[in-house]
């Protein structure tokens, strides 16, 4: 293995809940719990992708709100209202693919960081 996942724990701590861990990195925001398990850099990296992810997908509200707009016109062109929201449909599936992946890769650094606290006792 290159990089070592074991939670930086000291002595004088008590090791913190798996379930906390996994709350907060699969319900609030992906990588603050694996931040709060030990794992400074990866919950950074991971929260971080988590925020990029979520204000791109915000992207597709732009969207939907100039969608909702043109419905209440007669004729609605759809090839036209592509050409001009594609950027940010783009930016929005993008946001959302990268805010799958932190969700992804927090919920199996929530299971490293359990496995790792039940072997530990």
């Known amino acids: 293995m290159i990089f070592s996942y074991v939670p930086v724990m000291t002595p ?23 931040f ?11 929260a971080a992708l988590a925020l990029a992810g979520g204000l791109l997908s915000l992207s597709l509200i732009v969207v939907l709100f100039r969608l909702a707009m043109k419905l ?9 209202f592509m050409e001009v929201n594609g950027t940010l449909i783009g930016l929005g599936v993008a946001g959302i693919g990268l805010l799958a992946i932190s969700w992804v890769w927090a919920a199996v650094s929530s299971f490293h960081i359990s496995t790792l606290l039940k072997t530990r006792d």
């Open 72 to 80: 209440d016109s007669t004729h609605f062109d759809t090839e036209l």
């Open 12 to 34: 004088d701590k008590k090791p913190v809940n798996p379930w906390l861990v996994t709350s907060i990195n699969l319900l609030a925001w992906p990588g603050i719990g694996t």
């Open 36 to 46: 709060v398990g030990g794992q400074k850099a990866v919950g950074a990296i991971q």
